[in-house]
T-cell receptor
Framework: GNSVTQMEGPVTLSEEAFLTINCTYT??????LFWYVQYPGEGLQLLLKATKADDKGSNKGFEATYRKETTSFHLEKGSVQVSDSAVYFCALSGGYQKVTFGTGTKLQVIP | GAVVSQHPSWVICKSGTSVKIECRSL??????MFWYRQFPKQSLMLMAT?????????EQGVEKDKFLINHASLTLSTLTVTSAHPEDSSFYICSGTDHNSPLHFGNGTRLTVT
């Protein structure tokens, strides 16, 4: 079956630091890959996505590249802000149907 | 963008009572609704999938008689936790799709059973 593994948190960074949250996946076929973000007290929001190998998803300064050879979709941001503090979920889907989520990584950015 | 409104955002109930959680798609027709449960420090686990007008399909290990799902219209799906117990305390979140765009999630419901 499909599965997603992402680095455990929490991750604590100073403002303007570089962020990497690792994510690897196991899936049959060619899934779409997603990063979702959950801000405190809110539901999930789609942050970015990539639908095929070598695609780069990007949004709000965050980027992730679909690497089929390493089955990875690492999330990066060059300079984090306090407002980026949230829980980040890596996920995959075979379509717009069931989504398999990773366990989430809590990011805390301190001023 | 598309919005899924989920209510209540939090609820506290006594053991043995039932709780209903509503999810409404405000500006799209949610042909399919997914219901997830999130335990502390764990990921979202899919509980069931419901298509409008059909019976929900439950994931293995989820009690369909305990977690009643109704999806009677393209804009409303409900999850009723029947005879709730403390172990049902969790964060429940719905998501909807019209199959032409990615999933849209509600803000979730924090259920605490005392």
């Amino acid at each position: 079956g499909n599965s997603v593994t992402q680095m455990e948190g929490p991750v604590t960074l100073s403002e303007e630091a570089f962020l990497t949250i690792n994510c690897t996946y196991t899936a049959t076929g060619y899934p779409s890959l997603f990063w979702y973000v959950q801000y405190p007290g809110e539901g999930l929001q789609l942050l970015l996505k990539a639908t095929k190998a070598d695609d780069k998803g990007s949004n709000k300064g965050f980027e992730a590249t679909y690497r089929k050879e390493t089955t990875s979709f690492h999330l990066e941001k060059g300079s984090v802000q306090v407002s980026d503090s949230a829980v980040y979920f890596c996920a995959l889907s075979g379509g717009y149907q069931k989504v398999t989520f990773g366990t989430g990584t809590k990011l805390q950015v301190i001023p | 963008g598309a919005v899924v409104s989920q209510h209540p955002s939090w609820v506290i109930c006594k053991s043995g009572t039932s709780v209903k959680i509503e999810c409404r798609s405000l500006d799209f027709q949610a042909t399919t609704m997914f219901w997830y449960r999130q335990f502390p420090k764990q990921s979202l686990m899919l509980m069931a999938t419901s298509n409008e007008g059909s019976k929900a399909t439950y994931e293995q290990g989820v009690e369909k008689d305990k977690f009643l799902i109704n999806h009677a219209s393209l804009t409303l799906s409900t999850l009723t936790v029947t005879s709730a117990h403390p172990e049902d305390s969790s964060f429940y979140i719905c998501s909807g799709t019209d199959h032409n765009s990615p999933l849209h999630f509600g803000n979730g419901t924090r259920l605490t059973v005392t």
